[in-house]
């Protein structure tokens, strides 16, 4: 039998505090979102813990309620705004950036990601004094604009990461077959990247719904979009109906996250 | 051979794969978006400007604000009380967010899955949400106040919402996750057998902890700490919901500027001072990242 002396004992002790701080910091994860979600089946019209009742009104509520109805709906727009400018500009810049010889191409790769780097309030602010030097105002068409702008970043990456690990023979193989570029793009290489597409359009989607800091600054007055809204009820207002919005969104973030290890697996994200 | 048409030929050269074509519109739109903005910002710093419904009307060169905010004592403590915030940030979270990848690293598929699952669903919740949970806890009626005076610790509920310490608790939470992803990336490159020898050579776990995965991790470490650094010194979700509306850091101080107080040139004088100075912390942290490399590979020899 092995027997516990004075540095093994050391060794155990160092080790079981770094796992009791790890589970300490799983659980800071975890918890306030169960709490939030705990609390929006409160019966009181004002959070107190613990919950006294049981009820699904707060989430009859939000939906009766048309601010926050078209809040939701201006915010899905300019998600999928975004997620499709971010395709449509960010799947051929990462080809240009991945395959690309010619001078430049490692440039390319590191200003794309520039603007993802910067501060989302200082984009947000530049962009909306641009915008009012050319008498541009701050419009949903801004804002998608310029969230795309700041998110196109990740669907670069993402798309690039997997067209280095696309094996090129598959290509080559096409080619010699006598496939055109077209074809082989469109029977090869889009299918093989259509994961990573999808994992970058979940993220893209969720920035333009979620975003608060280029949104301040650019979104629309007439088109309020959810954040907005969001910031406004949880400064002024102490019932469990933020509760309820927020179950709403995480339980939205739950489903992309199913989404997202359904496409490229939970484990390739952080690539 | 048959002539194919103009068009299919054209996507062909456009898909060659080897031109810079395929990256042009984005590049327009990032110049157009991205770049020109920040050269007006910049140019709005150094001028005195006319706005009138929204719309710059005259612009005239001039340091006066630039040279009134590097003065002003406002801007003193806003920009001092925003770097020790952030700089707390990001050390509490490297303390807890390094455990989360050392258990990532020990841990079997469903630790791993586990970890995974708690630190990537935040990402994809608004920071608003996250941040509304925690005035959830620590509100006056709140869980942590509830408890204490349950067990009857406290007769009267403590005031932790609206103070300095929940708008810390808020952003090390909220920030956490941005701190684990990096380090579990570099973590689980490592060569395993590293660690193997370790432990065959006899060392204890601590011992390889701490000459084999700390200074590996180091690279994560700092792309961790600098993107932790970048979000919670930019950020006014949680200082404005936490710290009650009173609890000014430098982005509240953007946001009241630019959209209640209209005071445009302010505005783009303190987003500057806001990105030059976030831009000097990166650096510090680059070069520190660099110093801890030198020192993983001598480790490593």
């Known amino acids: 039998m092995k027997r516990i002396d004075g540095a093994d004992l050391i060794d155990r002790l160092g080790i079981g505090f770094i796992i009791a701080l790890a589970v300490l910091a799983l659980a800071l994860l975890l918890l306030p979102a169960v709490i939030v979600v705990v609390m929006s089946f409160d019966t009181r019209g004002y959070i107190s813990f613990p919950p006294v009742g049981f009820t699904l009104d707060w989430y009859v509520k939000v939906f009766n309620q048309p601010v926050l109805v078209d809040a939701m709906w201006t915010s899905i727009k300019v998600g999928l705004y975004v997620t499709a400018l971010c395709i449509a500009l960010g799947v051929p810049t990462a080809l240009a950036c991945a395959r690309g010889d010619f001078r430049g191409a490692t440039a390319l790769s590191v200003f794309v990601l520039v603007p993802h780097m910067v501060p989302g309030i200082v984009l947000g602010v530049a962009v909306l004094f641009s915008g009012a030097l050319l008498g541009i105002g701050p419009s949903i068409w801004l804002q998608s604009v310029s969230l795309s702008v700041y998110v196109m970043a990740v669907m670069v990456r993402t798309v690039m990461a997997r067209l280095q690990r696309l094996d090129p023979l598959l290509e080559q193989a096409s080619a010699n077959l006598g496939a055109s570029r077209w074809q082989t793009f469109r029977i090869i290489t889009l299918p093989l990247l259509l994961p990573a597409i999808l994992a970058g359009a979940v993220f893209t989607f969720i920035e333009g719904v979620d975003n608060l800091s280029v949104t301040i600054f650019t979104h629309g007055y007439r088109d309020r979009p959810l954040p907005i809204e969001l910031l406004a009820i949880v400064q002024n207002s102490n019932s469990p109906l933020v509760a309820a919005v927020s179950s709403v969104q995480i339980m939205l973030a739950v489903l992309a996250l199913l989404a997202i290890s359904l496409t490229i697996g939970l484990d390739r994200v952080n690539e | ?301």
């Open chain 2, 1 to 301: 051979m048959t002539r194919r048409p103009l068009l299919l030929r054209l996507v062909d050269e456009l898909l060659s794969g080897r031109g810079i074509w395929p990256a042009v519109p984005a590049i327009v739109v990032l110049v157009v978006v991205a770049v020109i903005p920040f050269g007006v910002l910049l140019s709005l710093g150094f001028s005195d400007i006319v706005v009138s419904r929204g719309v710059i009307v005259s612009q005239e060169l001039s340091l006066r604000h630039l040279t009134t905010a590097l003065a002003d004592p406002l801007y003193h403590t806003t920009f001092r009380r925003s770097l020790t915030l952030a700089l707390t940030t990001t050390f509490f979270c490297s303390l807890l967010g390094f455990p989360v990848a050392y258990l990532f690293l020990i841990g079997g598929p469903w630790v791993r899955r586990i970890i995974l699952v708690l630190t990537i669903a935040p990402i994809l919740t608004s920071g608003i949400v996250r941040t509304y949970a925690w005035i959830v806890i620590l509100g006056g009626r709140g869980v942590v106040n509830a408890t204490l005076m349950e067990f009857g610790l406290i007769s009267q509920p403590l005031r932790i919402i609206n103070t300095h310490w929940a708008v810390l608790i808020g952003m090390v939470q909220i920030h956490l996750p941005i701190m684990i992803l990096p380090l579990i990336a570099v973590m689980s490159r490592h060569d395993s057998r590293l660690e193997e020898a370790s432990a065959n050579l006899g060392a204890s776990r601590l011992a390889t902890l701490r000459t084999i995965i700390l200074p590996l991790s180091v690279p994560g470490l700092g792309t961790g700490a600098a993107l932790v650094f970048t979000l919670s010194y930019t950020t006014f979700v949680v200082p404005q919901l936490l710290g009650g509306g009173n609890y000014l850091n430098a982005a509240t101080m953007v946001y009241e500027q630019v959209v209640y107080s209209l005071e445009w040139s302010k505005g783009a004088v303190t987003a500057m001072i806001l990105m030059a100075t976030c831009l000097a912390v990166l650096l510090v942290f680059a070069w520190l990242t660099h110093i801890g490399t030198r020192w993983t590979r001598v480790a490593q020899r």
